[in-house]
């Protein structure tokens, strides 16, 4: 036996309240984990996007539409903006599943020729590519929307139009990858052209943005400086960034959601600590002669010290180990799989980070040593007389 | 030590040599309690002869434990001058009294005090994790101190599963194992039954005679005072 195995012998006092607390704090980890992945994967579009890819929106807001004749100072005049490699367009449509309209999905208009030279973080089958272009109806679809409605190429489907009304046909003609993180693996991509011709002539012709790539990430600024500067004496002004500073935009919206979800990831390991502190001190009080006896024997203060924060800390491991024991299979088969196949354009992935897996295991250890402080100054404060004097 | 304060309880053992290793000069012990002082010692002389085996008894209040407490270096007198194995611990700081406890005294209480989740061997080895020994060795040391008591046997049982007299024992070897000098018992028989206890006593017997250990016993049990080379009584803080 040894001083640190004496330690963790301890936890088995009572093992009906230990057991209790191992699994408070693993329920308390299993929380924290499940927010902070969360959060991760909220962020994570905006953390991986792309430095080199810009996207021009109109300098109102995004709601509002660019004229498409502006893409041609991107392409029909290539070389005009320097710096730019490629550039392409799109247009949101708001479709919706014919039946299944609460499952919210990403669904462009764009420009076929172009579109996937610059999004080549999408990749697709050659052949089915080619398929897609050849067909004016051909959709081209992300794999987890394929696996959320089980839709396979081939299948003719219909979306319901919000910003577009009207009941719109299409054709699966090929299904993408996604090749980074930060890509949604659930969108629906069809031709711009079959939007733009079913349209009423005052609608036509307007595109959502234009999307380009940059020979340089360093360049980005200077490059969406020049853009919008060729737009400045137009009727519609532009604003151009980086794909990252974009996503990052966006999710400032939602920055007071996430913001509370990191404080109530606080506040479950702030309970937490007060379930270990209240477990310890507990316990404490009632090993008051055990402790005696130790002191007599020649334990010092410190031992007695280090064998209250060591069981605190042992118990917040084992805590926090039955936690993750739990989360890893809960979140990465079951509610990350379900998330990412049904709501991939929030969540493209949905999986533990190894740091919020470390944090979670150095948390419960750090406060557990916290939680054990006041108990473990208290027990180095015992006077041994009165320490033995006091029964069990 | 007076032979008024004291009295032989057989007087075929004699103490084994006259050399006190325990000396107590005018002891005082003053407690506080709210604004009320009670003196619980009070001018005590006592010693106590190497080698010896010798008890304390008296009524309940009587300074009993509290001179034990002192002998052993669990407190500190108010007054006077307290010499324990050739250390004068009355004059000792905190650290350097529990080395020396770790040391110098086994302890054996009443109430057995053994550590529940703890296996005999691992509580008889308690005191032997302050050293420097290496776990072999201090295995090896709890292995043969409860053999010297008799539960060979039992070194893998837990408190609960022995019996108070078997509770007593184990309690003893953990008083053995570090070799101390004294050994220190505050009513060691007080919750056996009459077998266990004289089981107890003549095991403390046997540690004193083929042990040469000197012990020191609090007691109310007349039977157990009976085992002692010399009985002390207090009364008020003073030897009668």
Known sequence: MTLAGLTVKNIGHNWLRTVLTVLGVAIAILSFVLIRTTIDAWETAAKHGAQDRLSTINRVTFVMPLPKRYFQEFNGERGKIEGVTHATWANWFGGKHATREGEFFANFAVDTDSYFDVYQDMAVPPDQLAAWKEDRQGAIIG??????????????????????????????????????????????????????????????????WIASTVDSAGRAAAVSEAIDKEFDDEDVQTRTMSEQAMNKEFLGGASAILGALDIVSLIIMLIMMLVLGNTIAMGVRERTQEYGVLLALGFRPRHIAAFVVGEGVTIGLLGGGLGLLIAYPLIEQGVGRFLEENMGAWFPYFSIPPEVAAMALGFAALLAAIAAGIPAYRATKLDVIDALRRLA | MSEATAERSDAKKPAKTARPIIECRGITRTFWRAKERLDVLDGLDLDIAEGSFEALMGPSGSGKTTLLNLIAGLDR????????????????????????????????????????????????????????????????????????????????????????????????????????????????????????????????????????????????????????????????????
């Open chain 1, 143 to 208: 794999e987890a929307l394929a696996k959320q409605f089980d839709w396979n190429v081939g299948d003719d489907v219909t979306l319901v139009g919000t910003i577009y009304p009207g009941e719109w046909k299409f054709h699966i003609r090929g299904i993408y990858v996604a090749t980074k993180k930060s890509v949604d693996r659930a969108q629906f991509i069809f031709h711009w052209d079959y939007l733009n011709e079913n349209l009423p002539p005052d609608r036509r012709d307007m595109i959502g």
């Open chain 2, 77 to 240: 007198p108010t007054a006077g001058k307290l010499v324990v194995a050739g250390t004068e611990v009355s004059a000792m700081g905190d650290a350097a009294l529990a080395r020396w406890r770790s040391q110098t005294i086994g302890f054996v209480f009443q109430h057995f005090n053994l550590i529940p989740v703890l296996t005999a061997l691992e509580n008889v080895e308690l005191p032997l994790l302050l050293t420097k020994l290496p776990a072999s060795e201090r295995k090896k040391r709890a292995q043969i101190a409860l053999r010297v008591v008799g539960l060979e046997d039992r070194m893998h049982h837990r408190p609960q599963q022995l019996s108070g007299g078997q509770e007593q024992r184990v309690g003893i070897a953990r008083a053995i194992v570090h070799d101390p000098k004294i050994i220190v018992a505050d009513e060691p028989t007080g919750e056996l039954d009459r077998h266990s206890a004289d089981d107890v006593l003549a095991l403390l017997e046997k540690l004193n005679t083929e042990f040469d250990k000197t012990i020191l016993m609090v007691t109310h049990d007349p039977a157990a005072a009976a085992r002692a080379t010399i009985v002390h009584k207090l009364d008020k803080g003073r030897l009668t």
